[in-house]
């Protein structure tokens, strides 16, 4: 990514934007100043998540500015419709800034409206507002009814913000949310695993068993011939765009040569992190990679071996939930290094301060943030350009 000078000026965090079938639909974005008051350069942001999320992609971003004149900034700066910008109650209510919000709505910008009003909002404003983004605390009803100045009642779709596990999730669905943002991811880890079909759980265990002993090529192939599913989602992956080889590969043994034993078993842990068939895994399985992208980027200027662990760490950090066991029982069946086995097993450690960030990043306040990129002695500006290009790494593996 481009160097971005706005970045120095800001935290970053974010959630997914999850629909009706638990697909990830759009990534939140939420952007905190440092420093309260100051003023921030709309069209800076807009020009660096544009690096992310361009114009004509396949992605969407949902702003939540937490500052009122970068917001206001925004509203002016007209951003590309995949932009959708989210404007708190009180603003959308404020006279000032009607012109703003419906210029926006005329030019094909999707608005969504933060908070419940306090007052009726003006009955052209009322039009430009896709959803209403309802937080769980509240724990409303169906729809957001929302009255205009003239009587008339007009239903917003609601969007259930705040969803921290899949009954949350679940729940907010039965209340009619057409969509919801968070994390469901903190479900409590029950008795017994949850079986993984196709590939075969099995197979990609003994892979990472075999590769993480430099086993020879010959047992990889054998292992990999015996399960023509994950043969096949190896070959689709070695092919792929993003990673970028100007040969197609067309053996087993071509593709183990080609990718090496640390880049197969990153390929390996993508795959066992994306392993479960439940609709509801979705999200976790979304979370899973974006976090061992965002642990390799953040250390990045590490050795590759310290790189490569912080990946499949971050990778391998939700197993636990997708599989409903504790990690002491996991990893007894999946090699890992000893510093991912004291990270994930017992919370100590080397790397205890990136998942630390991790979870700053995932969250909703800045001074979460602030505490763990001081634990890592890190900028703000290299947090969020790490954060940025996971993001847009990612992209590319959907």
Not at 126 to 132: D, R
Not at 154 to 164: A, D, L, M
Not at 334 to 353: H, K, S
């Amino acid at each position: 990514m481009s160097e971005h000078p706005i970045l120095g000026q800001i935290a970053l965090a974010y959630s997914p934007v999850i629909d009706r079938n638990r697909a990830v639909i759009a990534t939140r974005l939420t952007v905190f100043p440092l420093q309260q008051g100051s003023q921030l350069d709309a069209g800076a942001l807009l020009e660096a998540i544009a690096e992310v999320w361009p114009t004509g992609g396949a992605g969407q971003v949902w702003l939540n500015a937490l500052s009122e004149n970068l917001l206001e900034g925004l509203l002016q700066a007209q951003p590309a419709t995949h932009v959708f910008i989210e404007i708190p109650a009180f603003m959308a209510g404020d006279r000032a800034h009607t012109d703003a919000i419906t210029t926006l709505h005329a030019n094909g910008n999707t608005l969504l409206l933060k908070g419940r009003p306090l007052q009726e909002l003006p009955r052209e404003v009322l039009p430009c507002f896709k959803y209403s983004i309802v937080d769980l605390a509240d724990d409303r009803r169906v729809d957001e009814t929302v009255a205009s100045s003239s009587g008339v009642a007009r239903t917003v779709s609601h969007v259930q913000n705040g969803v921290t596990n899949v009954a949350d999730m679940e729940a907010a669905f039965r209340r009619g949310a057409a969509a919801v943002l968070g994390w469901p991811i903190d479900d409590a880890i029950q008795t017994g695993a949850r079986k993984a079909e196709q590939p075969s759980l099995q197979a990609i265990v003994l892979l990472i068993d075999q590769v993480h002993k430099e086993a020879d090529i010959e047992d990889l192939e054998a292992t990999l011939k015996r399960d023509p599913a994950l043969a096949y989602k190896l070959l689709r992956y070695i092919n792929s765009p993003a990673f970028g080889l100007s040969v197609e590969i067309s053996s087993f043994r071509h593709a183990i040569m080609v990718l090496g034993y640390q880049r197969l078993k990153r390929w390996l842990a993508l795959l066992l992190a994306t392993a479960s068939k439940d609709p509801n895994m979705r999200p976790v399985m979304f979370a899973a990679v974006r976090r061992g992208l965002l642990m390799e980027e953040i250390s990045r200027g590490s050795s590759d071996e310290m790189r490569s662990e912080l990946f499949i760490c971050g990778v391998f950090s939700l197993l636990d939930r997708m599989f409903n066991q504790p990690f002491s029982e996991l990893l007894k069946t999946i090699p890992v290094p000893e510093r991912v086995f004291q990270a994930l097993v017992d919370g100590t450690g080397p790397y205890e301060p990136y998942f630390r960030m991790i979870k700053a990043i995932e969250g909703t306040t800045l001074d979460e943030i602030r505490e763990a990129s001081d634990g890592l002695l890190m900028a703000q500006q290299d947090i969020n350009n790490a954060l940025l290009k996971a993001i847009a790494a990612a992209s590319q593996l959907d």
